[in-house]
């Protein structure tokens, strides 16, 4: 072991230290203020309690704001899984007219078309339709914009799967409705549970759809109710926020451990999954 | 719509499965009708949220289009009123800086080097220390962006929060003095795990054996960086640098950290639209500004398909 | 009596690829027949032809006498085992078995005693709740072929079989298949790249390129007997020697050189500096062929032979394990000689290589077709 050597190990630690506490140490709130009696801005080691959890629970609206969430989220990914995989299948397996065109089509809206760039056609549509302040048109708008993105996803997965399955089951007389029931339909199940768990974490973290589209509290999801807690002085309401961040975060986390310990993390290029 | 920033097919990384041989066929005898039939729902809802929108903003924004007044009930044609007043707009000129500003701060420098930094370190790292580490980078983007903003107001709070307390510069309202410099602090933050995961991969397709001889010839960390390693992962660094930058770009969470302020020193063009339309009621005004945007990420896109092609 | 009839099968791709271009075939029942060629020749398509999951442009394929050009896949009564083997990974190995009679709503308790008896047949005792995902190589194999016996189809499909086995593997399983097929007594056609593969298992073997029959016939007679120099290169493990030469005379000293009691003429071949014996009844003297010989089929000696021969020294020896390939430089041309590893020549050593008449065989210089007529080889 040269000095320089040693040097160089004590730098790589420095920075890798440097790096961690970056990324670690604004979260170091969420994980103190929930449990502290008189919780602030600050991070410091709690005063422990649980008196938080009970205002929180005891909120007007907190817990109505997750089955909000819940409602939309699960109809957006249902709706996303389900026509992404229909869609996919069929742009995997048969050559339909225009399909390339299609698929290019598809990916250039997916990227271009972003929630702030169509906000403001979105909101007058959805005014004009009636559907301001419905969780069902929510949904409907994240499903839109979810579902590019999801065709694509599963597309390489259904691209991935080998044709030899569908054809020997073919071979072996199995009809159509037969093939996807029994071979494809399980055979894609990860990719399934991936696109499932991916809409619903990216419609559970939206903020700006709801926000533009909502207007009654009590139907808002709770990204947006999060933004609008205050006590009754107006200010931020500390004892609230923190445990709520807490509890709106676990789903997400949980979602992500799941499937990454079920199907392995893959890398499907810039897809939380 | 609904697609929060990171929702962009990327390309194939290399190393996939190569495709099965042999045109491309209905193995299944689904038949082009029920082909049709499996992919209607899909394409009516893209069609109507998403593709309907990014047309009608063309339109709306040749209109005098507002929130409400006598202009919510009877629009009128403008022309191109809204884009002659959008060039003569401070306001309008501030938010593109500032857009560029955080694109090229947060985005195109901060999550670039810092995820290229973490991919290339973490590589040869304990596991222990690499699974720690890649699980904070992570986390940071998968958190919901609500409760990451109130984690930043925290941290940079002007009383009690964290960064104060670090530099002992109780007092200092960081969003309020340097607005800006926390934005790219904070989107650095959230952002950096896409970059440092395409890194990764991309550093997976090195051979290893060009990494090794370049060792055995005596070359330094930043010789093999340069000779070796860049010149297979250019079109990763392309891909990378235009995708982060179109999401930046697109990003509406700054709008939760400062609202645009104080006095539109933060207002990024996502928050500047909303602004204008939602609080100021111009809908006419903020869809020409929309369109502009739009117009702008189709060139990146574009871009950003070419080159695409050009590597497969 | 299930055989395949084939008659003028055609199938172009919407590429405007004719992958099986005009193909007549007929295998007989009971026969294990094999498609050989190399990648791209149209084997596989016409593999997948027969078995419907490609539609024929042109032609008809019967199986049992019924003409099956149009019918589904499923409605043919064909079984076949993919390349990989397309076991479904969520179901278990008797789930697999028994998938084609589930399909046909045979009763679960008669499935259950197929995957019993045909799991017996392929030594899958034991396994039968397992996954695919659980199972050697072997095992899965051994499952798909117990899937498609258990559909039971007329005709018995194999795309390549053994190539996902690794090499050890593949000669326990080429023994098995065998064995398999010959007491099933079921028609069956293989796909493989693999000549050795093809020379081993089959009763008669199609040697295709580009999309086109290049020969028919036993296994020894495309060994033997390459009817082009196509299969001439293709065929052997060791490759054949394709040397130009001229057809020098129909006798040598004027009498019969070899093998001239069977009425055939025998003249001789110039080649390599030297000459060698050859059945030239449908080549006049003076004709410029192409003059193969497989290197199994010379004899290498040290001493001076009378009659045609090659003279040359070695250049290098191969060990093959029980054989030797030796290279002799005749005259500028390397030829290629087996000899038992005992008579291994040391290089340098000046040898001289002679043939029987009925080993030497001519090909046209131009269109590479063996020169006809020559004496059949049998054994």
Same mark, same amino acid.
């Given at each position: 072991m040269t000095p320089a050597f040693v040097v160089r190990r004590i730098g790589f630690y420095t920075v890798i230290c440097a790096i961690t506490l970056f990324f670690a140490v604004p979260m170091l709130w969420i994980a103190s203020a929930p449990f502290?009696?008189?919780?602030?801005?600050g991070v410091r080691w709690p005063d422990w309690t649980l008196e938080n959890f009970r205002k929180t629970l005891s909120h007007p609206y907190a817990l109505h704001s997750m089955v909000n969430s819940l409602l939309i989220c699960i109809t957006t990914a249902v709706a996303v899984t389900a026509f992404a995989a229909l869609a996919s299948y069929a742009l995997s397996r048969v050559r339909i007219p225009g399909r390339d065109a299609l698929l290019y089509g598809l990916l250039l809206l997916s990227s271009v078309v972003t929630g702030t760039a169509a906000m403001v056609p979105i909101f007058v549509m959805m005014f004009q339709l009636g559907l301001i302040d419905s969780r069902f048109g929510v949904a409907l708008v994240m499903t839109g914009g979810l579902l590019p993105a999801a065709i694509f996803i599963l597309k390489d997965f259904v691209d991935a799967v080998p044709k030899s399955y569908e054809e020997s089951a073919r071979v072996f007389g199995a009809s159509t409705l037969q093939i996807l029931r029994d071979v494809v339909l399980p055979v894609a199940r990860p990719g399934l549970a991936t696109i499932l768990v991916w809409a619903f974490v990216n419609s559970w973290g939206n903020f700006l759809v709801p926000f533009l589209l909502i207007r009654s509290i009590d139907k808002q999801p709770g990204a947006v109710l999060l933004q609008t807690f205050t006590d009754e002085g107006g200010s931020a309401n500390l004892s609230v926020i923190p445990v709520f961040s807490l509890l709106f975060s676990i789903p997400v986390v949980v979602l992500y451990l799941l499937v990454n310990s079920r199907y392995g993390f893959r890398f499907h290029g810039g897809i939380k999954s | 719509m609904a697609t929060p920033p990171e929702s962009v097919p990327v390309p194939p990384?290399?190393?996939r499965p190569a495709r099965v041989r042999g045109p491309a066929q209905d193995v299944a005898g689904l038949g082009i009708g029920r082909a049709v039939g499996f992919l209607a729902p899909a394409l009516l809802l893209i069609g109507a949220f998403l593709v309907f929108p990014a047309i009608w903003t063309i339109y709306i924004g040749i209109t005098n289009y507002r929130?409400?007044?006598?202009e919510a009930v009877s629009p009128s044609i403008v022309g191109l009123s809204n884009y002659t007043r959008a060039l003569n707009d401070a306001l309008f000129h501030n938010a593109l800086w500032l857009t560029l500003l955080f694109v090229l701060g947060s985005a195109i420098i901060g999550q670039n080097i810092l995820g290229f930094a973490l991919a290339w370190t973490m590589r040869r790292a304990r596991p222990a220390v690499r699974r720690t580490v890649e699980a904070l980078v992570l986390l940071a983007w998968i958190l919901p962006s609500t409760v990451v903003a109130y984690l930043w107001i925290a941290f940079f709070d002007?009383?009690?929060g964290t960064l104060n307390s670090i530099l002992g510069?109780? $007092?200092?309202?960081w969003l309020i003095d340097y607005p800006m410099v926390c934005l790219v602090l904070f989107n650095t933050w959230r952002g950096t795990a896409f970059s440092m995961m395409l890194y990764s991969s991309a550093l997976q397709a090195v051979p290893p054996s060009q990494l090794e001889s370049a060792r055995m010839v005596g070359a330094s960390g930043w010789q093999t960086l340069r000779d070796i390693v860049f010149p297979h992962i250019r079109g990763h660094v392309l891909t990378n640098t235009l995708l982060i930058s179109l999401w930046t770009a697109n990003d509406f969470s700054p709008f939760l950290l400062t609202k645009g302020g104080p006095n539109h020193e933060s207002e990024t063009v996502p928050v500047y639209i909303y602004n204008v339309a939602l609080? $100021? $009621?111009e809908l006419g005004y903020s869809s020409a500004i929309s369109f502009l945007l739009l117009i702008a990420n189709l060139l990146v896109a574009l871009l950003y398909l070419r080159l695409l092609r050009r590597r497969s | 009596m299930a055989g395949i009839d084939i008659e003028g099968l055609a199938t172009v791709y919407?590429?405007?690829?004719?992958?099986?271009?005009?193909l007549d075939l007929t295998v007989a029942d009971g026969e294990f027949f094999a498609l050989l060629?190399?990648?791209?020749?149209g084997k596989t398509t016409l593999l997948r032809t027969i078995a419907g999951l490609e539609s024929a442009t042109e032609g008809t394929v019967r199986i049992d006498s019924a003409d099956? %050009?149009? =019918?589904?896949p499923g409605k043919r009564g064909v079984a076949m085992v993919f390349q990989d083997y397309a076991?479904?990974?969520?179901? %278990?190995v008797s789930e697999n078995i028994t998938y084609p009679l589930k399909v046909r709503r045979v009763a679960p308790s008669t499935r259950a005693e197929v995957a019993e008896r045909t799991s017996g047949e392929l030594s899958l005792?034991? =396994?039968?709740?397992? +996954?695919? @995902?659980?199972?050697s190589g072997g095992q899965q194999q051994r499952v798909a072929l117990a899937r498609a016996i258990a559909s039971e189809g007329k005709v018995l499909l194999l795309d390549e079989? =053994?190539?996902?086995?690794d090499a050890r593997l593949r000669l326990e399983a080429r023994t098995f298949l065998k064995k398999l097929q010959k007491d099933l007594g079921i028609t069956t056609v293989f796909v493989t790249h693999d000549q050795a593969e093809a020379l081993a298992l089959a009763d008669r073997i199609a040697v295709m390129q580009d999309g086109k029959l290049r020969q028919l016939g036993s296994p020894r007679e495309v060994f033997? +007997?390459?009817?082009?120099t196509f299969v001439a290169n293709f065929i052997g493990s060791t490759p054949m020697n394709l040397v130009p030469g001229v057809v &020098?005379? &129909? &006798?040598?000293d004027g009498r019969?050189?070899?093998? @001239?009691s069977n009425g055939s003429a025998v003249g001789a071949v110039s080649l390599a500096g030297g000459s060698l014996p050859a059945a030239t009844a449908s080549a006049p003297a003076g004709a410029e062929v192409t003059v193969g010989i497989r290197p199994e089929y010379l004899t290498l000696s040290t001493r001076d032979v009378s009659g045609p021969s090659l003279r040359g020294s070695v250049v290098v020896a191969e060990n093959l394990g029980t054989m030797s390939l030796v290279s002799v430089d005749c005259d500028g041309t390397l030829i290629g000689v087996t000899v038992p590893e005992e008579d291994e020549p040391a290089p340098g050593t000046p040898v001289v290589l002679t043939a029987s008449a009925q080993r030497v065989l001519l090909y046209?210089?131009?269109?590479?077709?063996l020169l006809a007529r020559q004496p059949a080889v049998v054994g």
């Open positions: 502290d009696a008189s919780p602030g801005l | 990384v290399p190393g929130l409400t007044g006598v002007r009383d009690t510069t109780q $007092g200092t309202a609080q $100021g $009621g | 919407p590429n405007g690829v004719r992958a099986v271009d005009g060629g190399p990648s791209g020749c099956v %050009t149009r =019918l589904e076991l479904f990974p969520h179901m %278990t005792h034991g =396994l039968l709740e397992r +996954r695919p @995902g659980q199972l079989p =053994l190539s996902n086995l033997a +007997r390459p009817s082009n &020098s005379a &129909s &006798s040598i019969p050189v070899d093998g @001239g046209d210089k131009e269109s590479g077709e």
